[in-house]
């Protein structure tokens, strides 16, 4: 079966994430890629980014105790971690948009 990634899709975490670990999202990405064999266009379609330091309490809100209890202690500022959310995340959007602009018709 010819699959296509159906969007495109980024993934973000941090490296200090005690929720979603690294570990995890590597695996993620591994099944997806391995999902989409015959997308040649994968590295561009559903990049799987670490900031580093970054941790999940920083880029969440109204967190239950719990969540806060099992996050590792973040090495970088909240507005260095949101800083780099906010460029990636725009750089990414960027590229899908000027790619669709560059499709032939």
Known sequence: ENRTLPVPTITLSG??????RWSYVAMQHKDLRETYPSNQLYRTN???ILIEGMNHYQVASNVPPYIE????KESISTKAALKDLARLTAAFMLQQVQSE???PK
């Open 101 to 103: 602009k560059n499709k």
């Open 46 to 48: 559903a990049p799987a």
């Open 15 to 20: 490296t200090r994430d005690g929720m979603n």
């Open 69 to 72: 209890n099992r996050d590792l």
